[in-house]
């Protein structure tokens, strides 16, 4: 959006620069190799920040959040100055994401989700059930401060735990059934608003609840590991068979596309139907499904066998995070916060409130009090109020400071990536139904 009192801007599919009277730019569009290297750029500098920065390794706070807000923050304040507007092309980030959840996919095993598996429906169970709180929060709220309803539905589920991919699917539903005109731009700004906390509060979220109950854990900074984690940190650690080298890399990549082609076709089969999921997610069931069904003995003269678990797919999964985190938050158009009625700030805040709530009273007991449960309570704060890639990274984060769980990397995923977008499905139209 450009500045009032300016020049109309061209259409964003067009490469020329609009102009003021004095020669200053107003919008500024990014190929998408310039956008993806920028993320490349950004996300070097969260890792300076957090190397330099205690507060932000103390805290957990993911490296591309660190990176990409200041970069926002600047990019921000540039624009209110009257500054031109990056327009940022993201379709290579959407790729990026597909290709991290294919890498969760086939690193999951059948074996893990039966050890796993009460705490995964317990977590699904407690999910929905917020899910169903955060769209009865946002709709009471409207009705109490005077806004339509529908406004509050527009600030539960479909802009905080569904992101701006589900608040942009489903913005044209609200204007054409309730004639809510600005229903994109208050789903996007909530979305914003949900990603900024999320980043921000997973980390914090575990370092309390850590230091709180004095939970034992492997502290790579101030405490030795536990023998649980020793040895996991010691199966993790490649072996010469597994060392990440061109063939080992080829592999993983390979068979990546592999799947995501697979899931490409399965995704148009369940589109057919009537069903419509992002594509990560029938990708992720591919990734699980090859992995898991595909025979694991190998021939010593095969070139190619199919990577499980694998440093090559774990450095691929970690690279794309990494770079779609940057790209997500450098992008963030923070000025539409800032054009956000009290009402509706309100609102989110009472959101944000009850989701630590949730975390703190509800999921880390259930979940047994562990530094598992801190590391699922981290991830839990990226899916309540922002995306399972927020997620994801605050778990990350985490345990890169306090040591491995592997019970957090394998429900979360499931739990967000998964189930979520199916309940969501149900949830929005049924919402819906019962506020015309």
Known sequence: MGHSGETPQPDLNHASLPTDGIGAVALIELSPL??????????????????ELKPLRSYSIPEPVSGGLLVAILLTLLYLLGGPELNFNLDSRDFL????????????????????????????????????????????????????????????TVSLIGGHGTTIAWAPTFVEKFQLESAMEIGIAAATFGLVLASASGGP?????????????????????????????EADQPTKATAIDMTSFLAALLAINISIITGTVLNEGIAAIGLKLPLFVPCLL????????????????????????????????E???????????????????????????????????????????LVFRLMGRTYD??????????????????????????????????????????????????????????FISQLQ
């Not at 575990?206 to 790579?220: D, E, G, T």
């Not at 794309?320 to 997500?328: E, K, Q, V």
């Not at 938050?329 to 409130?353: E, K, R």
């Open 286 to 317: 591919v990734g699980i499904l090859y992995s898991n069904l595909l025979p694991s003995k190998r021939s010593e003269r095969a070139v190619f066998h199919w990577p499980r678990q694998s440093p090559s797919l774990d450095l691929i999964g």
């Open 205 to 233: 979220i575990a370092q309390f609840l850590i230091h709180r109950f004095h939970i034992p854990c492997a502290n790579a900074t101030t405490g030795d590991p536990s023998p649980q984690d020793s040895a996991i940190a």
């Open 373 to 430: 449960a801190a590391v699922i309570c981290a991830g839990f704060g990226g899916i309540a109020l922002g995306s399972t890639p927020t997620a994801m990274a605050n778990m990350t984060a985490v345990t890169q400071q306090y040591g491995a769980s592997r019970q957090a990397f394998l429900i979360v995923p499931l739990v967000s990536a998964f189930f979520l977008d199916l309940v969501n499905a149900i949830l929005i139209p049924g």
């Open 34 to 51: 310039v956008s993806t290297t920028t993320g490349v750029l950004v996300l070097f500098v969260g890792k300076r920040l957090n190397r």
């Open 319 to 361: 690279l794309s995070l990494g770079i779609f985190l940057a790209m997500s938050l450098m992008s963030l158009q923070l000025w539409t916060l800032i054009g956000l009625a009290l009402p509706l700030l309100v609102i989110l805040l009472t959101q944000f409130i009850v989701a630590l709530a949730v975390n703190l009273l």
């Open 97 to 156: 994401l597909v290709y991290f959840f294919t890498t969760v996919g086939m690193n999951a095993r059948f074996s893990d989700l039966l050890r796993g598996g009460p705490a995964l429906f317990i977590l699904l169970g407690l999910t929905i059930g917020y899910m169903t709180l955060q769209n009865v929060i946002g709709v009471t709220m409207a009705g109490l401060l005077g806004l339509q309803p529908a406004t509050g539905l527009l600030l539960g």
